[in-house]
Structures are given as C-alpha cells and as structure tokens.
C-alpha cells in the first residue's frame, strides 16, 4: 500500500469516527470500509495502471466524507474534502481532479463513463451481491427515520428496494456481473417473498433460535458431548491394554515352545538368564494390562432412603444391576422429576468415569514404560550373553 493511501486511510478513519454524526448507521466508516475491500477486489480484477489503481482507492475512502457536513450534496463535499487533503499533501493536480470526479460520479443517478467510473459505482453498490445485503438495507432504513429524512413502513422499504433493484440498479464491470449479480438476484427474491411468508419464516426461525439457544439444551448438550468423550477415551485405553495382552502373549508363547526347550542342552545355558528376563518383563507386562481392564465390583442395590436424600447414581448400571425391574423404575420416576437430581447424577457418571480415565491411563502408561524398558533390556541381555558367554566362548 502507497504512503498517500495509508495517510488517506488514516485522515477518513479519524474524520469519521470524530466528526461524523452517529446516527449514520449506513453511510459510516464501516460502509466506506466495505468499498474500499471492493475497490481492491475490483482492480484486482482488471489491468490498471498503479496511478488508476491508486486513484481509485482514494476516491473509494474520500467518497462518503462528505457526509460529515450533512446529508445534501455529500458527493461534492466529498470531494473537496478529498481535494484538500491531497494537494495539502503535494499530490499531482492532474490526479486530483480525477480523484473527484471519481468520486462525483459515486452520485446516485450518474452513468459511468470509463472503466475506473464503473468500478468505483460497483464497489459502491457492493452490498447490493452480498449475503448481509438484509442487515446492511435495513441499517439505512433506520438511518433516514433517526435523520428524519423518511420514515419506512416494512411494505413500502420492502417496495423501495424491490424498484431499486430491478428498474435502478445495475451493475457495470463483468467481475461484478459474474459474482456479484447471483446473489443480488438471490436477494431480490428474498425481497419479493409475500409479506405473510415471511412473518411465518421469521416466527419459525425466531422459535428455533430460542429452541437451540435456551439453557436446558445447551446443558444437555454439554453432558451428552463430555460423556461421550469420556467413553471414547475409555475404549481407546482398553484398546491399548488389549494390545498389550496380545503382543506379550504372542512373546510368551514363542518363548515356551522355541526358547526354552533348548535350555536343557548344557551349551545353552548362557540364554538362561536372558530368557528371564524376557519372561519376566512381559509377565508384568500382561498383570497390569489386565489391571488397566479390570472391572470394579459394586453392590449393585439401593434403598429408598438413599433415592430420596439423592445419594445414589441411578444412571450407572453397578448402582442398580441387583434391584427389581418396579424398584428401579418407581427411582427413575423419582429421578426425572428433580432436575437437579437428574443433573447431579449425570455430573456424578462424569467424575467417575473420570476418576476411571485417571487410573486406567496412569497403569498404561506404567505398562507401556515396562514394556519398553523390558524389550530394551532383554536384549541387552541376550546381547551380552552371546558376546561373554556365547558358545564361542566356552
């Protein structure tokens, strides 16, 4: 970005959040952001000169200034505000004079006469291709009551914008054509849409919001995601032991039947020590994969006392796996009466479950630690076997 564009920048920024009148809910500092992104996307777009580009921009942020001296004849205030700046600061006479007229031609019934005309006009008119097109429209409309300027009914806004749009409006320049125009037709039939409809559309999607914003199911949500996580955890732990189990199996298994048959033969007994080792290792190994999965044994009863001073978790099944089928229901009755029973005891399947995590990862990390310091030393030690006691060496 040039060194005048960035002084232009700063100077519109500091002129429109200090002079302008804050009931300029449209035509603010905001909008004038927005066309200048638009310039950009626009000369981007199309070959032009640095001096076209950069004279473009200008106009893009000096062409709503004007508004800092009223609403009449904004175009023309613009661009002596504009004029000023730029020969304060020694810009070429020549490119002044376009800059202004760039920005004059920003007037609302003006037809564009070139290609940087086209392009400030469509920047300008942006909004009209975008998605917040409705939000945008109606902070004008509120802009013109707080101006008293025009007060709008929904129907006669609604009518505004639908002529606006289809006998006013048009976009110039093919980039705007090709991305800009779907969705401002998009727009026009949201405009067109019967008034009734869209009280309906506006209702429903007011019902939804509160529907999916309201407390109870955004709590719902939360316990439903965390259990899930907590039992997805839980199956990768038990995944992990049981590849554990497997693997140290395996290794047992082919140290009975390869290994230790030949530790009766006296030349072998150099492997006694190392297969020790190796046995011992994996054995470990195994018993605290097993603790890791080890279910823990509950009474599996309740009394009524404790449903009713709220001292039992009836949603996890080792609290009630003992009870009859008309004791457990009358307590899930109970249960879903108190809300804040309910929730305590979903909070109560949480820490548990968590106290569960806690101990099964703690043993399989100590399993896994084992198991890597037995490979490791068992091989060392059939390595110095061979090496100091090794058949070669008798």
């Known amino acids: 970005m040039s060194e005048i564009i960035e002084k232009a920048k700063s100077h519109v920024i500091n002129l429109l959040d200090k002079q302008l009148d804050s009931k300029y809910l449209y035509h603010n500092l905001r909008h004038t952001e927005r066309v200048v992104k638009?310039?950009?996307?626009?000369?981007?777009?199309?070959?032009?000169?640095?001096?076209?580009?950069?004279?473009?921009?200008?106009?893009?942020?000096?062409?709503?200034?004007?508004?800092?001296?009223?609403?009449?004849?904004?175009?023309?205030?613009?661009?002596?505000?504009?004029?000023?700046?730029?020969?304060?600061?020694?810009y070429d006479k020549n490119r002044v004079e376009k800059v202004c007229s760039l920005i004059k031609a920003t007037q609302r019934n003006y037809t564009p006469i070139n290609l940087e005309e086209k392009i400030i006009r469509d920047a300008d008119c942006s909004h009209f291709g975008q998605k917040s097109y409705l939000e945008t429209s109606e902070a004008l409309r509120k802009e013109l009551s707080l101006l008293e300027i025009a007060n709008y009914s929904d129907k006669d806004w609604r009518k505004a914008n639908i002529d606006m749009f289809q006998t006013e409006h048009t976009y110039y320049t093919d980039y705007a054509k090709k991305n800009w125009l779907p969705t401002k037709e998009k727009n026009l039939k949201k405009l067109m849409q019967d008034k009734k409809e869209e009280k309906i559309a506006k209702k429903e999607a007011l019902k939804a919001k509160y529907k999916n914003e309201s407390p109870d199911r955004g709590i719902q949500t939360l316990y439903r995601v965390t259990l899930k996580n907590h039992i997805t955890l839980s199956n990768i732990a038990d995944t992990k032991a049981n590849i554990l189990l497997s693997v140290n199996a395996i290794i047992i298994s082919l140290a009975l039947s390869n290994l230790i048959p030949k530790l009766d033969n006296p030349s072998n007994k150099y492997l006694v020590y190392p297969t020790l080792i190796f046995i011992i290792f994996s054995v470990v190994s195994m018993v605290l994969a097993v603790l890791a999965t080890r279910p823990n044994v509950?009474?599996?009863?309740?009394?009524?006392?404790?449903v009713k001073n709220k001292k039992v978790n009836l949603l996890f099944f080792g609290n009630f796996y003992k009870m009859s089928l008309p004791d457990y229901e009358w307590a899930i009755q109970e249960l879903i009466k108190d809300k804040e029973y309910m929730y305590s005891s979903l909070t109560k399947d949480l820490y548990f479950l968590g106290l569960v995590l806690n101990k099964k990862y703690k043993i399989l990390r100590l399993t896994y630690t084992i198991f890597m310091i037995g490979m490791i030393v068992s091989v060392l030690a059939f390595g110095i076997a061979f090496k100091f006691f090794g058949p070669d060496r008798i």
Do not use: Q
């Not at 001096?51 to 175009?75: I, N, Q």
């Open 38 to 90: 638009s310039t950009k996307e626009l000369i981007d777009f199309h070959t032009l000169t640095p001096e076209d580009s950069e004279d473009l921009l200008l106009s893009a942020w000096f062409h709503d200034t004007g508004y800092t001296k009223g609403s009449m004849g904004h175009e023309n205030n613009s661009a002596i505000i504009a004029k000023e700046f730029l020969e304060k600061n020694g």
């Open 298 to 306: 509950t009474t599996g009863e309740f009394t009524k006392e404790d």
